[in-house]
């Protein structure tokens, strides 16, 4: 029996991982589940999978779940999430909290020699140098469960990295791959949010459509992987059905396919080394009937290669990158910039920075803080021209 505390419990993929665990109670059992304010669903997961503890991150949100007298004790704040990554009785924890804030519960819980089924994407973004060499010091699985990096993991199967000369992440390109450069400024939140194979969560799904989610995931598979950023490479892909490959040194690349549903990599990070049957329903081929590919135009998708720029810089400027975008995207989501101005925010904002080296998790999260500000300086600036 695997104990688990899932950190972003009412998000896409904590209610997916909930959705596996329900499948598999002889495996799995929860012991921890945290969320940021959605109140009324953690309820309803606190009453079917009876938890240790519970987090609530919104202080107020944390008020009311109090006063229900559920039969388990709530915390609140950074702090309670660090309660539930930390929990004593968990074997894994499911790091699924959107954005920067997934950082410091992340850390903690490999600190204190958690294995970790890693979707918080952003705590290798902004502190892969601190983080990589942590788990491997406590002896800590980082197992992968974005879809890209969970195909390379599936490929890669303890190979020997020396026989690797490249990954390649593959990308669908989002809603707007048929689109023109200058048709992209017109383009509403609600027209990103509309993800062609995919269903998410809001900030992922745009930036899918602006290919930051590639760019941050080019950055976790060079931590991950331990590879440059040169041996990473992205490839769009529409039909979402390889989600990534391994290019070897004789010439072999290796695909991993499957129909897009996350369930298959939640699966996968919670029950690895084994494959538990019936994760995802079987992928039709003939039904598929084409797999299609092309080249990414970095001047229609910028953040892509921001991203690179990012990660060759090294320190602190992916955690910039990170830090800018997500300001960025919520200001697109507010309808207060266009959606090409997200990019020229997160541009704007890397330019303003001098690298720093992540030498703690102090640094970073000033780092990015910091960043933030700076990304909202940019935009009162665009919105007053
Ligand atoms: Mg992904």
């Not at 040169?230 to 490839?235: P, R």
């Amino acid at each position: 029996m695997k104990r688990i505390s899932i950190l972003g419990s009412t998000g896409s993929i904590g209610k997916n991982t909930l959705e596996v665990v329900r499948g598999r109670q002889d495996k799995f059992k929860v012991v921890g589940l945290a969320a940021r304010n959605n109140i009324d669903l953690l309820e309803s997961q606190i009453r079917e999978f009876k938890p240790e503890i519970a987090a609530v991150f919104d202080e107020d949100a944390a008020a009311s779940v109090r006063k229900k007298d559920l039969p388990v004790e709530i915390f609140s704040g950074e702090q309670g999430l660090v309660r539930a990554a930390t929990i004593e009785n968990a074997d894994m924890v499911v790091s699924a909290i959107v954005g920067s804030a997934g950082l410091v519960p992340t850390y903690e819980a490999i600190k204190a020699g958690k294995d970790i089924a890693l979707a918080t994407k952003e705590a290798l973004v902004m502190a892969g140098g601190i983080i990589i060499p942590l788990a491997a010091g406590r002896g800590v699985r980082i197992i992968p469960v974005d879809s890209e990096h969970s195909a390379v993991f599936q490929c890669l199967n303890g190979r020997d990295m020396d026989e690797i000369r490249k990954i390649v992440l593959t990308a669908s390109g989002g809603p707007f791959l048929r689109k023109s450069i200058s048709e992209l400024d017109a383009v509403t939140p609600e027209d990103a949010l509309k993800h062609p194979t995919w269903d998410m969560g809001k900030k992922i799904s745009i930036d899918s459509a602006t290919l930051m989610n590639k760019g941050l995931e080019v950055i976790e598979a060079c931590w991950l992987f331990n590879l440059p950023p040169e041996k990473v490479e992205v490839v769009l892909h529409p039909q979402s059905i390889i989600h990534s490959m391994v290019r070897f040194i004789d010439g072999s690349v290796i695909a991993h396919m499957s129909v897009p549903d996350m369930k298959g990599p939640i699966s996968y990070a919670l029950s690895f080394p084994e494959r538990f049957s019936g994760a995802m329903p079987p992928l039709d081929l003939a039904g598929v009937g084409k797999l299609t590919f092309e080249e990414p135009d970095m001047g229609k998708y910028p953040a892509l290669a921001l991203a690179y720029e990012a990660i060759r810089a090294g320190g602190t400027m992916p955690c910039v990158l990170n830090a800018a975008n997500e300001v960025a995207v919520e200001a697109f989501l507010d309808r207060k910039i266009s959606f090409r101005a997200i990019s020229l925010v997160v541009s704007r904002a890397m330019e303003a920075h001098n690298v720093l080296k992540t030498d703690s998790i102090d640094t970073v999260i000033k780092a990015s803080d910091l960043a933030k500000e700076k990304a909202k300086e940019i935009i009162d600036e665009l919105r007053v021209m």
